[in-house]
């Protein structure tokens, strides 16, 4: 204690030559309350000080080894001349890494609290308030220490801040306005009905009157209505007019909201009535599987009881067990099929002709559809980053949106997923990009099979076979997991595989080959009922298959391993083919109560908030386990109600996305007909 206390006042009187040095004032207040809560009756804001510190619960060896402390009651205690500030001291004490947040006053820097903690200067009653985890839990005794992170309870937005929320502000006004106008116009118009009849009906009198004067008298009455009238007539001056028009119609929520929760066929040129059950089924996997993902990334105080219970069974596959998020490539496959359907369709309208400006119509359509609600979202999660209060769990998350202010550009050009994984901005936006890429090979694809099938089938079945060996090879070469993959078991993964156009475009391929086949064929492909029936057997069997064999590749090789490489190189293009199956059977009417289950009504108005709902769920995910002071405590009844509580807001709020942002650039007409 005395050699401890002898190298501080050292350090703060800057006697020892390179050292960096306290500050007098934090020197000062920290001393003040050292003092007062060691005294025999301890003032209150000390105790308040001191009792926000972390404190060693239960079941460190299950997980639950973070000591976050009293953020809140932290902040609020308030000492003579300065104020509680958290902190936060990240440890590493042997293999264990866990953090324990302290509470100092507010007038000490990080720098400075380092310097405290290092040198044992916290303490009550001679004890270290950061005491180390108890030897029989771990194995080293010794405290290493890794950073110093202290929270403000400041908001300090910078320019990229307010130009985001800025930009929020201005694409949910103008909707907005464009409704009140539409309201005032509607208003106005009714008001103008019953005096515009009484009108028309005295002058028709005026003019019965008038016919009966003299000719001159007559004439001079006709020239001055056909002038009048010729006055009134806006018709040619009205062209801004008209596009103001055609803004209020497509911005107004009067049109915006009509059909987003309607019940009828979402899919033009009907059909399909599968798609919609089966994506909106494959969003909810996604939405599962991401309401238990981030919590565990550093939130649970159970973690290993958690990974023990999903690790040993496949009913987890919902969340991030098994082959983690199947459902991205049932989204894949869609996009593909319907992209081909789409492209066909405009084909057929230009009397079957395949023109570079078609094609540039195709594609802007895409951005239009995709681009105003995705970089919505980024702006607004910017802007929420700088204004909200964050809590302890809140720093696994910093470092990755703090990408969006040098990396924003990628969304804005769509290829976020060609960045490392570190730098791309709100990172669940990847898979935009991807679709985006897949989506822009469907007008060559397209070319192909009118040009030569000879042609087509060599392209497309080279294609498949490339991206299959990419992820093979990848994944033999770089030991990569066929098991619960993630960044936290290997960022190789996500760094090299996950992401990447030529590992995925397997499924989107199918889709296309898919679409092309549903819009062009002419006969049945299932004629009697026992191919159906072996069709289905294959099918589930298959399903079955992929999402079992993980669990029996559940270890990481340490050398090119071929099953893993050849599920990892298979497993998403025949899970598209499984799917693919299912479409095709409830097309062709062989799908018999899956079919009734894809086709209810009830999907359709989910699928129409769809993206929006891929778009925001994270949001408030991440807002929910960033505003927490405490670790979440992990049972199936927990997440059960964090996953519907997620799902309940993102439906609410993805209604309004949807008819604020998404649907008006829809509806907005760019040429003027």
Known sequence: MALSSLVFLLLVGGVVSGVPTVSQRCVTDTDTFLSDINRDEPKEYAVHMYDAFGKMGSNVKGGNANRPGLLQQCSSARGPSFSGQYCQVFLRQGTVQYFVGICVPDSCKEEDVQILVVYGRLQFNQMSLIPPLPSVLVNESTQEMIMTHCLSSAVDPDASDVTCLFVCCVMVALPLAATLFTAMIKWQRNREVSPAVEAARLNSG?????????????????????????NSRPARLCLPQSCVNGYLQAFSLQNTSKGVLSTSPSIRGGGYSSLNGIRVLSLLWIICGHSAQFPVINTLDNYKNWKKTVESSPLYVLTISGPVFLAVDTFLLLGGLLSARSLLGSIDKAEDKLSPSLVAGYLFKRIKRIQPLHLFIMCLTIGLISVV??????????????????YWWANLLLITNLLPVHEICIPWTWYLSLDFQCYATTPLLVYFYRLNRGVFTVVAGGLLLMTTVAGAVITAIMQLPVFQPSTMTSENYVLYYYVKPYTRYGPFLIGILTGIYLKTKKDQLLKQ???????WFCCLSLMAALVGLPYVLRETPDYPSAPHALYQGLHRPLWALAVTWIILACEEGYGGFINDLLSL???????NISFACYLSHPVFIILYIGLQETPIHYTDLNFMYLFLGHLVLTLVVSYVLTVLVEKPYLLLKWSST
């Open 206 to 230: 005026l003019n019965l009157y008038g016919s009966m004067k003299t000719n001159g008298s007559s004439s001079r009455e006709m020239n001055n209505s056909i002038s009048e009238g010729n």
């Open 389 to 406: 209060q964050w809590g302890p769990y809140w720093f696994p998350f910093v470092d990755t949106m703090m990408d969006c202010k040098a």
């Open 529 to 535: 009922k026992w191919q159906a029936a072996l069709g």
């Open 601 to 607: 009504s009830f999907w359709v108005p989910l699928s």
